[in-house]
């Protein structure tokens, strides 16, 4: 269709005025042409998982967010389930720490029973993620073996591996990586393949950046390191070149989905994956992103369920199959 500008400034094409506002005129029409959508099988929540029974810490800067019992943890999956949320990722807060990082990959250890629980409980339609990393199990709280004031890349991939091997033992459906270490993806297919656990897909923290935005998952975690910060394993939050080579080493490793950490301020980076790989990919609506929503909608200053959905769907437009969001069971509510 060709068009110019009338006389009086509309934009008129071959068959006349062109009018895009009629298709907006009301709540149905806006529906019926929506170009993206947030479904709750695009969703995952994030829980966490701690000794006791009856347990419930809600976390300060994530209200409705709680570290929780093995016994209430898999009545909330109950719930998740319920609503049709795709899935769960755990992260362990276990009930002692060491410089290794060994609860970790304790067959026995927090995540591990959390995934049996769930399996046990007979919800063959939730997916199970469980997260490898060994920053929530380190009493220095980074991600792997400590040597000479830094993380010990190789050292540390071996303990990883070992953890994932642990976790899919347990049940987990889905292997999950996110410390960062180069090489880990590769060593973990190849101990999880080796295991004759072919069948375990692992989502990698492929483009995972040393962002601010973490700090009240940190609480939630009780991972913050004791010394130092993690730039010299996690990205630099200018870099989008060296996201699409990190993410390119996963895929080449084994990696069968990618991910992108955090979402709201690394949309170009979920563009740019997008446009560049046909790997499924994930965006991790991070901790920080929920709090500020969160403080703001409290103080009155933000409508929390407009700015919530905008930001969801921002990531979604941008390319994200998969949302790992604090948000989940708010959204599959509403849905």
């Known amino acids: 269709m060709t068009t110019h500008v009338g006389t009086d400034g509309s934009v008129v094409g071959d068959l006349g005025p062109v009018r895009p506002r009629r298709l907006r005129r009301t709540a149905a029409l806006r529906a019926m042409v929506r170009e993206h959508h947030v479904r709750p099988e695009d969703l995952i929540l994030p829980l966490f998982a701690c000794p006791g029974t009856q347990i419930r810490n809600n976390i300060d800067a994530m209200p409705g967010v709680a570290q929780m019992s093995v016994d209430l943890l898999v009545e909330e999956c109950r719930e998740v389930a319920g609503l049709g949320i795709s899935g769960v990722i755990l992260f362990g807060i276990p009930d002692h720490k060491d410089s290794t990082g060994s609860p970790g990959y304790d067959p026995d250890g927090i995540v591990p029973q959390a995934i049996r629980a769930i399996k046990d409980a007979g919800l063959d339609d939730l997916l199970v993620i469980a997260d490898v990393c060994l920053c929530e199990y380190t009493d220095h709280g980074h991600c792997g073996i400590i040597r000479d004031g830094d993380v010990d890349n190789d050292r540390t991939v071996e303990l990883l591996a070992r953890e994932a091997l642990v976790y899919a033992n347990a049940g987990a459906d889905i292997i999950a990586p ?27 923290y492929s483009a995972k950046y040393a962002s601010a ?35 390119e080493l996963d895929i080449e490793e084994g990696a069968d989905i990618i991910m992108v950490k955090p979402a709201l301020s690394y949309l170009d980076v979920l563009r740019a994956a997008r446009e560049r790989f046909d790997t499924p990919l994930a965006a991790y609506n991070v901790s920080g992103e929920f709090a500020m929503i969160k403080a703001a909608a409290e103080r009155g200053w933000i409508d929390e369920v407009r700015v919530r959905d905008e930001v969801l769907v921002s990531i979604k437009r941008a390319g994200a199959d998969v949302i790992l969001t604090y948000f989940a069971k708010d959204v599959a509510r509403c849905l």
């Open 178 to 204: 996110s410390d960062m270490m180069d090489g880990r993806v590769g060593r973990i297919r190849g101990a999880l393949d080796e295991a004759g656990r072919t069948d375990v897909p692992i989502m990698a």
């Open 213 to 247: 935005f973490y700090g009240p998952f940190r609480e939630a975690a009780g991972s913050a390191p004791q010394f130092g910060d993690r730039r010299s394993y996690q990205m630099d939050p200018p870099n989008i070149r060296e996201a699409m080579l990190e993410i």
